[in-house]
């Protein structure tokens, strides 16, 4: 497969570092300029290897360098360097560039879930030109980009089988080589596989199931159009079917990971680096749960909970303004809501149904213990 022009150029850089006083922002865009420069400040005596990445960047790519700098996650700023932030991007402009499906992938999306050097919490690896490599012979005769994820993931599947693992999350190659991996890292291996060859792709989990312990994680791709889901490393004859279709379409709630800012009414969480998407609508009937203090003003978190493991895990939190309410979208089915802070609150049962919205309104108190028993219905 033939290599643009720009890819070969960026493959032949080797670019001195540039002092301080060199460095010119205005070649950033300029939506990126304030966090580009943010980046720069927190990153600290790893600046230099910001600095030297964009420096070496051309023109015609300083949108995606931008765009990957002012979005680094805070726990990379102090390690990233400019040669890992190089191949990041150079692979994955190959993969834009080579495969038959890149150009048909909106920028948007390629920016937020393609280019992305990590997906979660993994550790940060050269995983890029190891799938590529492995990979694009395998998609060589896939007819579009359905075809291809499924390839991505039968080729997965032959590699990986699932075992539980360390808490802290291996990296993809590394779930790769050892053969192995929890249901969180074979989603990253898969999702990191499937940006390697072109094809967007984001984790996706609910943080608790209601009608059963543990909660779960998977991975969803763009694919010709809309995005849909797929049980990582377990081989399918289609997309949109896993073991989990059924339980989740009575998910308490399901939430899609989005790196950088994303503009969006679907938003559940939005950092300054990252996006956390309420998925829940895509998988169950999902409801809206209304939930408004009264009493003395004063900013409080709200939380709805399911029963897992023995205890009430919460599935959503939101802060209150003063006076204020927060809507939560969730699943079908009862629900305990609560809401306070350190010195005052509320806890109440709350049925959520389908087609209506459920308002819990209680005045804030000194706590006092639950008495009795609670009985808890999962959704339908």
């Known amino acids: 497969m033939l290599i643009s022009h720009t890819i070969a150029m960026l493959l032949m850089l080797t670019v001195p570092h540039r002092g301080e006083d060199e460095i010119d922002l205005a070649r950033v865009p300029e939506v990126y300029r304030e966090r580009v420069a943010e980046s720069w400040r927190l990153a600290g005596k790893q600046r230099g290897e910001l600095e030297e990445f ?30 890992m932030l190089r191949e990041n991007l150079i692979w994955a402009v190959k993969a834009r560039e080579s495969m038959p499906w890149g150009h048909a992938v909106p920028d948007e999306l390629f920016l937020h879930y393609v280019l992305p050097h990590r997906v979660s919490q993994e550790r940060w690896q050269s995983w890029r030109p190891f799938f590529y490599e492995r990979l694009a012979g395998v998609l060589s005769e896939c007819g579009g980009m359905t075809e291809a994820a499924l390839a991505v993931n039968r080729w997965l599947d032959d590699q990986i089988d699932f075992v539980s693992t360390e808490r802290r999350d291996q990296g993809p190659v590394t779930t790769v080589r050892r053969g192995i991996g929890r249901c969180e890292e074979m989603t990253i291996a898969f999702i990191a596989a499937s940006r390697a060859v072109g094809i967007p792709a984001r984790q996706c989990w609910t943080p608790w199931w209601s009608l059963a312990d543990n909660n779960h994680a998977w991975a969803e791709v763009w694919a010709d159009g809309a995005w849909h889901y797929v049980g990582a490393g377990e081989a399918s004859e289609q997309l949109d079917r896993a073991w989990f279709s059924e339980p989740a379409r009575h998910a308490a709630a399901v939430y ?125």
Do not use: H
Request: net charge negative.
């Open 54 to 83: 964009l420096a070496g960047v051309e023109d015609s790519l300083m949108e995606e360098a931008s765009f990957l700098v002012a979005n680094l996650p805070y726990r990379d700023l102090g390690v990233a360097q400019a040669a």
């Open 256 to 380: 899609s990971l989005c790196f950088g800012r994303w503009a969006g009414r679907d938003v559940y969480k939005a950092g300054e680096r990252f996006s956390i998407i309420n998925s829940t609508a895509v998988y169950a009937v999902s409801c809206t749960l209304l939930v408004r203090p009264l009493g003395e003003p004063g900013a409080v978190t709200a939380a709805v909970s399911v029963f897992n493991y023995g205890v009430f895990r919460p599935i959503a939190e939101q802060e209150i303004a003063p006076g204020g309410d927060v809507r939560f979208v969730v699943g079908a089915g009862t629900y305990l809501v609560m809401a306070g802070d350190d010195s005052r609150g509320f806890w109440r049962l709350a049925e959520v149904r389908p087609d209506s919205v459920t308002t819990v309104t209680e005045f804030l108190a000194p706590p006092a213990v639950p008495a009795g028993f609670l009985w808890l219905r999962g959704g339908r």
